[in-house]
């Protein structure tokens, strides 16, 4: 059974920094692509970032551009999200997702990919 769980959600204030971390587990990811989204309440899942399976391709929202940064290991089938300098319109709930996007178009959709995970809270306060 495929699981991917995210992790290092919280309350955090504006200014601050968290790191969010997804393992995956229950299949081989060779080769895959994995990636963040976020949702807020009562908006539509969106992109912030995705990475390639060599981590030499990496894109991001342009709303966290400078800010976050997304890293994997391969060997720990993990991938995380740095994110710094974080503002209230970054709260959401956050995604981590894998899957084998065979463009860039289909990397920053969430169409590209095939698993996901539940979902950590991040809060930030003004």
């Known amino acids: 059974q495929v699981q991917l769980v995210e992790s290092g959600g919280g309350l955090v204030q504006a200014g601050g920094s968290l790191r969010l971390s997804c393992a995956a587990s229950g299949r081989t990811f060779t080769g895959s692509t994995m990636g963040w989204f976020r949702q807020a309440p009562g908006k539509e899942r969106d992109f912030v970032a995705t990475?390639?399976?060599?981590?030499?391709?990496?894109y991001y929202a342009d709303s966290v551009k400078g800010r976050f940064t997304i890293s994997r290991e391969n060997a720990k089938n993990t991938v995380s999200l740095q994110m710094n300098s974080l503002k209230p319109e970054d709260t959401a709930v956050y995604y981590c997702a894998a899957g084998y996007p065979v463009t860039t178009l289909r990397a920053i959709s969430a169409r590209g990919y095939t698993y996901w995970g539940q979902g950590t809270q991040v809060t930030v306060s003004s």
């Open positions: 990475i390639g399976w060599s981590s030499d391709s990496t």
